[in-house]
Every structure is written in structure tokens, then in C-alpha cells.
Nanobody
Framework: QVQLVESGGGLVQTGGSLRLSCAAS????????MAWYRQAPGKQRDLIAT???????AYADSVKGRFTISRDNAKNTAYLQMDSLKPDDTAVYYC???????????WGQGTQVTVSS
């Protein structure tokens, strides 16, 4: 079982920046891929960014060019640098990990990001 802990959220004004962190722990040898999701009130949880163990990243159109995903393999930690934030980015942000070709069924508590206009 893997445990995920997200941190770094907060309240920021439009145009501001935040950096989120996701620390993974548990009984595993290595993490294939890591991903960030977000869920706004009353909406489904959406995938916004992924990164492989080799560093290849992919983004949802809604965040492309503004958000950057990165990871520290030695620390089993993923990061999400969020720039040029907009009120539509307001959501709870979650991370997930893929180990042995399977995404974790367990989620962390998430971290709240609120962007004021």
C-alpha cells in the first residue's frame, strides 16, 4: 500500500504562483509515473499533469504553459509549479502514482488551492 501526502496549497491572487508537493511512501521499489489531479466543488476529479520516471511530462490543455510537473526520484516526491493562476484553478489538488503498471487506488487528503479574483 502506498501513502500519498500533498502539501503546498493556499490562497493566492490571480496571476500568482504556488508550488505543490506530493510525497509517496510505502512498500515499493520504484515509481513508474506520478500524476496530479484536481477536483473543483461539484465537479469530477480531472487529470492535469503526468510525469514518467524518465522525466517525460504531459499536461491537460487547461494548464499547459502555466503549470510544470517535476519529480525527485530519490525522494519519491512530485512537484507541481503553478504560475499565472486563475480563479478557475481553484480546486483540491491530489496526486497519484503508478507502480508496476498500476495506479494507486488510495488517495491522499489533497491540498486546497484557492485563487481569488
Amino acid at each position: 500500500q502506498v501513502q500519498l501526502v500533498e502539501s503546498g496549497g493556499g490562497l493566492v491572487q490571480t496571476g500568482g504562483s504556488l508550488r505543490l508537493s506530493c510525497a509517496a511512501s510505502g512498500s515499493f521499489f520504484s515509481i513508474d509515473a506520478m500524476a496530479w489531479y484536481r477536483q473543483a466543488p461539484g465537479k469530477q476529479r480531472d487529470l492535469i499533469a503526468t510525469i514518467t520516471s524518465g522525466g517525460s511530462a504531459a499536461y491537460a490543455d487547461s494548464v499547459k504553459g502555466r503549470f510544470t510537473i517535476s519529480r525527485d526520484n530519490a525522494k519519491n516526491t512530485a512537484y507541481l509549479q503553478m504560475d499565472s493562476l486563475k480563479p478557475d484553478d481553484t480546486a483540491v489538488y491530489y496526486c497519484n502514482v503508478r507502480i508496476r503498471d498500476r495506479w494507486s487506488q488510495a488517495w491522499g487528503q489533497g491540498t486546497q488551492v484557492t485563487v481569488s479574483s
